[in-house]
């Protein structure tokens, strides 16, 4: 798949969407951006708040927001969209007269009573109301232009004013830079910093020659204060590594400790800081009289010292303090990009092992948990069954990795293609933040899950990591197939609720989360002993009538509730992140009808279901540990018997299992025993055992 067919296929599901919604070409083009940009990093979360006005002769418009709390950044987003397959550019002037209707919104909202004449209860007032209550702690305004146009080539940069003293920053969103940013190997925005716009001959270093390998090499750094600040007031959260951001969002960003130092004793800075660890994919390196400097760096990400960062960048800001005295340690890995994939766990692991002092779990690494894998595994192999009037099954295609779904088509045929798209349709792609989304709501979570994608996840992944560890067994078939259901359950609402007379825009997403855990918890009340089967729903690949019509009336009801006047918050989106406003919803009374019992399961069913689902995983988790077991070579195993007899890791059993081992193919260790094997394995390695052969995508299970 090009860039071409991706335009083609992105605009046609625009198309799709918002004649199943009702919604708007507009709004569902914003919206689709919206998703793949999270998907991408590039913003953690997106609501919708289209609003559209005049100050004096001049129109304003903004269709969107989403404020990083821990960059303390404002996106503010604008669409430029057409909806038609002419031929169009978006130009420098186009650019700038919607960057300008952005700032004309912004400064109006700050600046007279709009938050008087908007609707109470509707996104935009929220938004008004979130900008004027955050305007003193907003460090930067971004202003984005979505767009179905092709950007011109004359575009290379753009230049805003600063608003009130706070800078503000303008990207253009067309579909072209969506596919090179989100369809790429990497999945993401790649940040490349020229460190000579910083300090003259860039920053100070010393290669560690004897930490050189195949896979990387390393550097050691003295980077200054101000230009640490100045890149990360530049790029903000981008800066860093995923699982950092994940770890620091639900930690206060600022550390006291390090603010007292920079304002009280600057100069015992690089003496009390630990520094900051990096990694880049390439950078260059220039030898003068002065010494050796790094210059450039491209992809460069911080993997530990998210805090460090932010502090010093917040301090120069919050208290005006004086970072000439500032430098910071820095150690910066260059790794090499030959294999992404490799590239990337290593970069994980490298995080894993720099942040092992902060006390970050495998949840906060939840990215490359088994659990994912297992997930993948299951959706490769199993087939749904064919919907209503379909002659053919088809399967739920689960993303473990940012874009894999759209990268599995790019070197396809078109035939090819077809028949993949025809066997994995786009509405059966499940993303991770997908599965937290739907399965933390059926949990009984809708405030947890309305505080954004990141958020949710990261709570999702403590709960996973746990139970995973207390029995992985239970996350098989079943628990895929139970997924899938709830994501059609949600997609009937997304398509219902819009088409409703009760609808009049806004709140969409967290009328859908309430609704459905409310849904559930009337179900245990007034069917006792009993719960909504999705096995049904799995097997109907749709919903039963008198679970929709349900759900749609309550779904009304929900709304009344989340937009009550007498509600604590005035702010409806920051009403739904709060405990309280559940407590509220859970007061709903709706009398479900006799004939919803047809499609309840008791909960004795359920878990016996469960427990049959569970042995079938173990004998799967066994046949995969003897295929990777089998896989392996024999001297491989022979190495390992020697490798851990000698540094007494195994026990009689473990011996027993290694023999056989090194006998295959004439003798196969049983299930138990491969299992065994993989963990002793996993065991050796971390002490420093080398496998000749390290398989793709282990999982010890």
Same mark, same amino acid.
């Given at each position: 798949?090009?860039?071409?067919? *991706?335009?083609?296929? @992105? ?59 821990? +960059? ?44 008087? $004449? !908007? ?13 004027? @209550? ?8 971004? =202003? ?78 003295? !980077? ?8 990360? +007031? ?34 015992? @800075? ?93 949840? +906060? ?55 993949? $798209? ?7 792609? !499940? ?31 403590? @709960? ?10 239970? =996350? ?50 007034? *069917?006792?002993?009993?719960?909504? +089967? ?93 295929? $990777? ?57 971390? $002490? ?14």
């Amino acid at each position: 798949m090009n860039s071409v067919e *991706f335009k083609k296929d @992105f605009l046609e599901s625009i198309k799709t969407a918002a004649a199943v919604t009702g919604e708007g070409s507009c709004a569902a083009f914003v919206d689709n951006i919206a998703q793949y940009l999270i998907d991408a990093e590039v913003l953690s979360d997106f609501t919708p708040s289209f609003y559209t006005g005049k100050n004096g002769r001049s129109k304003y418009r903004v269709d969107g927001y989403v404020y990083d709390e821990f +960059d303390n950044t404002m996106n503010l987003v604008i669409a430029n969209f057409d909806g038609n397959d002419l031929e169009r550019r978006i130009t420098n002037t186009v650019a700038n007269h919607g960057f300008g209707e952005l700032r004309l919104f912004l400064s109006t909202a700050l600046t007279t009573n709009l938050y008087r $004449e !908007i609707e109470m209860s509707t996104p935009c007032a929220d938004l008004v109301d979130f900008l004027r @209550f955050h305007e003193k702690n907003i460090q930067k305004y971004r =202003f984005l232009i979505f767009t179905d146009a092709d950007m011109s080539a004359t575009i290379k940069t753009v230049d805003i004013d600063d608003y009130n003293g706070i800078p503000v920053e303008g990207q253009i969103w067309d579909v072209d830079r969506l596919f090179r940013v989100c369809c790429s190997e990497l999945g993401r925005q790649i940040i490349e910093i020229d460190f000579k716009e910083y300090c003259g001959s860039g920053i100070p270093c010393l290669e560690a020659s004897s930490a050189v390998t195949n896979q990387y090499s390393s550097y050691l750094g003295v !980077i200054p204060g101000t230009v640490l600040a100045d890149i990360y +007031d530049r790029y903000g959260s981008k800066l860093l590594e995923g699982n950092v951001r994940s770890f620091l969002s639900t930690k206060v960003a600022v550390n006291k400790k390090i603010r007292s130092t920079i304002l009280n004793m600057p100069q015992m @800075f690089f003496a009390f800081n630990n520094g900051i660890s990096a990694t880049a994919m390439d950078v260059v390196i220039e030898n003068t009289e002065s010494g050796r400097f790094i210059t450039f760096a491209r992809d460069f990400q911080i993997i530990n010292g998210g805090q460090t960062t932010a502090s010093i960048s917040n301090a120069r800001y919050k208290d005006k303090a004086d970072l000439a005295n500032i430098y910071v340690q820095m150690k910066l890995t260059v790794i090499d990009e030959s294999t992404p994939e490799e590239s990337d766990e290593l970069i994980r692991n490298i995080s894993r092992s720099s942040n092992n002092q902060n006390k970050v779990s495998d949840a +906060d690494f939840f990215a490359s948990h088994p659990f994912h894998r297992r997930m993948e595994q299951i959706s490769r192999l199993l087939f749904a069954p064919a919907s209503e009037g379909a002659q053919y099954e088809t399967k739920w295609f689960y993303e473990r990795a940012r874009g894999q779904y759209l990268q599995e088509q790019m070197r396809l045929t078109s035939a090819k293609k077809k028949q993949f $798209e025809l066997q994995h349709p786009k509405n059966n792609v !499940i993303k991770k933040t997908d599965l937290a989304k739907v399965q933390n709501t059926w949990r009984g979570y809708p405030h947890t899950v309305s505080k954004g994608a990141q958020t949710n996840f990261n709570a999702f992944a403590e @709960f996973i990591d746990e139970q995973w560890h207390a029995n992985e067994e239970q =996350f098989n078939e079943r628990y895929f197939e139970a997924t899938a259901s709830l994501i059609l359950l949600f997609q009937f609402l997304e398509r219902s609720i819009p088409k409703q007379p009760w609808y009049e825009g806004g709140y969409r997403a967290n009328i859908i989360y309430y609704t459905v855990a409310q849904f559930r918890r009337i179900i245990h009340k007034q *069917f006792p002993g009993s719960d909504l +089967d999705l096995m049904l729903i799995w097997n109907r690949q749709g919903l039963p009538e008198q679970v929709g019509t349900s759900l749609i009336a309550l779904a009304e009801l929900v709304l009344l509730c989340i937009t009550d006047p007498s509600r604590k918050v005035a702010n409806v989106t920051q009403w739904c992140k709060r405990n309280e406003c559940w407590e509220e919803v859970k007061k709903i009374q709706l009398q479900l009808p006799d004939s919803l019992e047809s499609c309840l399961i008791t909960v004795d069913e359920q878990k016996s279901a469960q427990r049959a689902a569970k042995k079938e995983q173990k004998i799967v988790n066994g046949i995969y540990a003897q295929t $990777e077991v089998v896989n392996y070579p024999i001297d491989m195993w022979k190495r390992l018997a020697e490798f851990t007899v000698t540094k007494h890791m195994v026990t009689p059993t473990d011996v027993t299992a290694l023999s056989i081992a090194c006998k295959i193919p004439a003798k196969i260790p049983n299930t138990y025993q491969c299992k065994r094997l993989l963990v002793l394995l996993q065991k050796a390695i971390e $002490e420093g055992f080398k496998a000749e052969q390290q398989m793709e995508d282990k999982c010890i299970q």
